[in-house]
Each structure stands twice: as structure tokens, then as C-alpha cells.
């Protein structure tokens, strides 16, 4: 079982009501906020084009927490190429949409809890069925975050991630 009940924050001393299971980039690293008034840029909660030339999907990283049934999810943006972002657009609202093949896309959003930079990490985007976000998977590399997605997570870690996400820069241990 997952205590969610909250956590004493290293970063602040503060007590955090509830352990957040989960964190969301409201868009693509890229995102620029005066890219919102052109014509050529959309930005909504699950897609998103810049300057006609680069299309984004909203994805879910997925992480077990070990010794729980719980997940940790990050919500990310990944790039895919004009052709696959066509494709998952025309399927969006098509039920049976899971059973199309993975796209190929990179890592889109800078996440907080890493040493190294995950922007350009190489994914896979499998589509869900409609009304879920698709799952996003990582190559297998020696990136802190494709191990984990691959190794699962300990409670402790979800603690330091949601340490990093509400007091970013701070120094870590």
C-alpha cells in the first residue's frame, strides 16, 4: 500500500499534504508563450504545433512503485514526425485506435528529478484506447529515467521527485 497521507519536505521543512503520484508539463519544452497568438501554433492539453513544423502528443511515462500496485506517471510531451502526428490525429476520437503501431517520437520535456536532461531521450508513443493519454517508452539506455521505468521506484523516490517538482533548483542530496 502507498501512503499518500503526505510527506515532511527535505527542501522546506514544511509538511505536504498528500504524495503526489504523478506530475504534468502543461506543454513541449519548446513552447514558447507568445507562440499562443499564431496561426501557425496550437497548443491544447493533449496535442501541439510550433510554427507549423514541429507536432507534439501528450504522453505518460509510467513507473511501478515497488512493493504497491501504484504508479508513478509523468505527464510529457514527445515530438513525432509530421506523418505519425497526422496519423494519431486522424485516429484520436476513432475507437480502436490502441491497436495502431507505436510511433516513434523523442522526449520533449525537461523533468526536474534528473542529473542529466531528458529532453531527446528516444521513445515509443503506444496509443490507448480514446480517452486515455498514450503510454510513452523509453529506449532501454542507462538514462536515470528509462531505468527506472524499467526497474520501478522505491517510495522514498517518489517523495525526492515531488521534493524537486515543488522546489526546483534546490540542492540535492
Known sequence: MVDETGFACSCCGAW??????GCSSPAPAVWDPAFADAEDCV???EQCVVKGEHYFVK?????????S????????WVSLSPAHFARAAELW???G?????????????ELPAYPRS????????????????PFVELEPTAHPLA????????LDRVRSIAESVLHPGAPRD
Open 69 to 76: 500496485d501504484a504508479v508513478f506517471s509523468w505527464g510529457v
Open 16 to 21: 505536504h499534504d498528500g504524495l503526489p503520484m
Open 97 to 109: 485506435r490502441e491497436t495502431e503501431p507505436p510511433y516513434f517520437g523523442w522526449l520533449s520535456t
Open 118 to 133: 531528458t529532453l531527446d531521450l528516444k521513445t515509443n508513443v503506444h496509443t490507448r484506447p480514446v480517452g486515455e493519454r
Open 59 to 67: 504522453g505518460l511515462i509510467e513507473i511501478p512503485v515497488l512493493g
Open 43 to 45: 497548443l491544447s492539453s
Open 147 to 154: 531505468v527506472e521505468q524499467r526497474t520501478g521506484i522505491t
Open 93 to 95: 476520437e476513432t475507437p
